[in-house]
């Protein structure tokens, strides 16, 4: 087995004590660092550079070097299973994805492919491989894939959406077809998933994004369910959930088949440790908007939460993606509070 | 005093027994009405429409007339404030406001300037006048503004924005600029929902949109503090607070002084009840996309809403604005259904 050199993140995951609350950050990889603008341009666009291994690791690895985090998300993009399953998508600057075809009757669900990883994310797994082979053991890799219904909204609204009411009102219109789509979409995922725990990925995390625009009784029929279905297939290493808004869903969220649950910056701590309960370990949460704030205000709202949280069973991160235009040395500011506060 | 032929809004607001449940919808004035696309074409513009009191008056009223709702509410916008403060926006078609100057320093705060409603807000105050003459009874007419860290938010960021990060920047970084501005806003808003009570709104709504985008430690300090001000400064007229995604405020919330709150969507009715506390009505909530479902589902999450949050102490609405392609035929079915199944 992998011997690596430092494993707070998975021993914080499984449970088991650490010297030091673990820290990274959600989007770490891309968006703020100007060594990714460089080898982004050199790339030419976002999915060139996605799909690219060589230049995807590297900008993987960046933020080990160069902020110091506990961990490594590989560069890629929830929207790669919907292309897998033969739903490709664009990147439009300033807009976001786009897909030119949509999901609009059983006949179009019907048509997709469960999504062949070896095949068809061949370039996710190789960028996954060159990342491990790098990092030679210095930190864990995470690997990670989109919420079903997250992905829904995508393929059948075809771009993002404040409210999303396209893809909603599928699910009230016509639940046979979300619910058809929702399966094939799992499917996919689960087999994506476990090629990158096959090509090194040591901790797996599903991200519901989109997960807030659900009805607390919504979200049990059309997300946890196949939630559910991605922890219980996925026994290889441990899984992370995080469903930003669903904080109606933490309760359930406590009875998934998972080790760590995500919190956003909404999200009481001290609540949501009732309600999620004490077999799972938390992450997150603070508000990426604390980063524009100076040294003093970051080291002490860094504080404030790790005081919050405590020191074990606990994975230190933001409550969302940090934000693009956030300055690198604020960033360096948050890791290196955490690591002088959250050292035992 | 005014005599209401009928008074169920008002009667609920204030905690009164109730033959039947009154149900409006927020945004029911222009979006869905085939009536109201002819007034708004005929107007020229959204802002057109907005400043033209005759007009406004008739869209208003459009949807007592033709959808059976329990009361009116002003046709206008939240961000009248801001321009009546010195900063003006324009409405792009299919982006929305956009306002060309922003607030960026102390000085830009300094040069605002406390609204004036009889001058400079002088079309809504006509457009109420109208609206009441029009009514002549038949329902009540509630006023509004925008919760005064919401309208923060569009004077900060200039324009929408699904994180407002630029305008969340400034609470981290300029605290006393923050709350100078909020000051304003909320002086402002207080003289403005006073001039609409004066010119005859029956109940007046503040709505806090961006709630949702502040931690709860952030929304104690920037946004509750103003949204008390403004309670305890209208003793006129029953307040209803609305604050989308303040799931985490709840339970201060249930001590404004202030007759309604109002859920959106994902909060639990039997939950909100808990934390908000009996001396207060609610307000809410059904996920605007059940509308896009079939009569049959329609009525059914009607009735589910309806069993959950009682009969009294209870005002029927959506959980956030109708939807803009909402089928005007759904949405009678939803007021019928509340009013068959909400009769006691």
Redesign the interface.
Known sequence: MEKLQNDLLLRAARGEQTERIPVWMMRQAGRILPEYRAVREKAGSFIQLATNPELAAEVTIQPVDILGVDAAIIFSDILVIPEAMGLPYIMEERVGPIFPNIIQSMADVEKLRIADPEHDLKYVLDAIKIVKKELSGRVPLIGFAGAPFTLLCYMIEGRGS??F?KA??A???DPVLSHALLQKITDSTILYLKAQIAAGANLVQIFDSWA?I???E?YRIYSLPYITQICDAITEVPVTVFAK?A??AREEMGKLNCEVIGLD????VAESRKLIGGNKTLQGNL????L???FD?IRNQTKIMIDAFGKQRYIANL??GV?P?TNPDNVRCFIDAVKEFGSR
Not at 265 to 268: A, I, L, S
Not at 287 to 290: I, L, N
């Open positions: 404040k409210t009411s909603k009102k699910l009230y219109t807030g659900l009805s607390p919504q808004g904080f109606f910056w909404n999200m009481d508000d990426p908007c604390v524009y704030g100076s205000e409550g969302h934000y235009d």
